[in-house]
């Protein structure tokens, strides 16, 4: 079956003002999320969360390696081909909401479907009123931005991106202004729709409990991708011994990094 995201040696550098030599942000990154999978990405501020976002949706090129999504590889392809693609595939869930405080709630949520054409505006609102239902937000489908909390803002911000039913989801702190409650609903529904008809779910956050949540969590640190191994060692060794074991042992703490999470080399 075609993986629903495919990387391969993906590799990104910056050049930094005064230094000679480039920064590698994204250091030959290989990840591979089937269909109807979900993973989880933590990593210390800096280590390249967001630029691997950014490639991920489309939004930068490496300058290495290759980027697959659904079967089709993007790196290559002409800048409004993938402008496309991103429209058609991902549905972002960023930190900047970039919400319009002007307008209602269900214009907000309705914008993305402007581009697309070919719908009444009745029936892009009965789309944008049925997604933000499912954020909890049926009640408030007239109100302004302005007039919603930042957790009711990040729901229209997750209706918007669910609306045009995207296969990928990337999704950068989603529940971060939300309270407990709603932010395992939100996140309820961005799970289930990843498990629908081989989506997929591509989570950064700095919540662990959150991250325990999705089928697969990796670590980035310093631009390298570091699969969890804990989870396989959690299945032979027990938890009060886990500290223990020569294995985990040697793979020593990172600074930073909850210890249920420390992780191997292996990539
Ligand atoms: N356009 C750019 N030009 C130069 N350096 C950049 C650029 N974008 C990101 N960087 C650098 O790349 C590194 C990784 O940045 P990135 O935003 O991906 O980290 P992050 O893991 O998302 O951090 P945080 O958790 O703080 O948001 C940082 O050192 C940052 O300064």
């Known amino acids: 079956m075609t993986a629903a995201v495919e990387l391969a040696g993906v590799t990104k550098r910056f050049k930094l003002r005064g230094r000679k ?6 250091d030959d990154i290989s990840l591979t999320v089937p269909g109807g999978g979900s993973i989880a990405i933590v990593g210390l ?5 967001s630029t691997l976002l950014n490639a991920l949706g489309l939004l930068e090129r490496p300058d290495e390696g290759t980027i697959s999504l659904f079967g089709r590889e993007t790196t290559t392809l002409p800048e409004r081909e993938r ?4 429209g058609k595939t991902i549905g972002f869930v960023f ?11 269900r214009q907000q949520v309705a914008v993305p479907l402007l581009y697309e054409g070919g719908r009444s505006l009745r029936r892009r609102y009965r789309l944008a009123d049925e997604a933000l239902r499912r954020v909890g937000l049926g009640e408030r489908l007239h109100s302004k931005v302005s007039e919603l909390s930042g957790g009711e803002q990040q729901r229209v911000a997750i209706a918007r991106a669910l609306i045009r039913d995207p296969r990928l989801i990337l999704a950068d702190e989603p529940t971060g202004a939300l309270d407990p409650v709603t932010a395992a609903q939100v996140m309820d529904l961005l799970f289930a729709t990843a498990r629908e008809d081989g989506r ?22 310093a631009g390298r991708l570091y699969a969890d191994q804990v989870r396989t060692e959690q299945e032979i060794i027990p938890l009060d011994q886990r500290l ?7 793979l020593g703490p990172r600074a930073g990094v909850d210890r249920d999470f420390r992780h191997g080399g292996g990539r």
């Open 21 to 26: 030599d480039p920064l590698t942000v994204l």
């Open 83 to 86: 402008a496309w693609l991103r």
């Open 45 to 49: 501020s800096g280590a390249g969360k």
């Open 244 to 250: 223990y074991t020569g294995t985990l042992r040697e």
């Open 200 to 221: 997929a779910l591509i989570l950064v956050t700095h919540d662990h409990h959150l991250a325990r949540r999705a089928d697969r969590l990796y670590t980035l640190d």
């Open 95 to 105: 930190q900047q909401l970039n919400l319009l405080s002007g307008r209602s709630a």
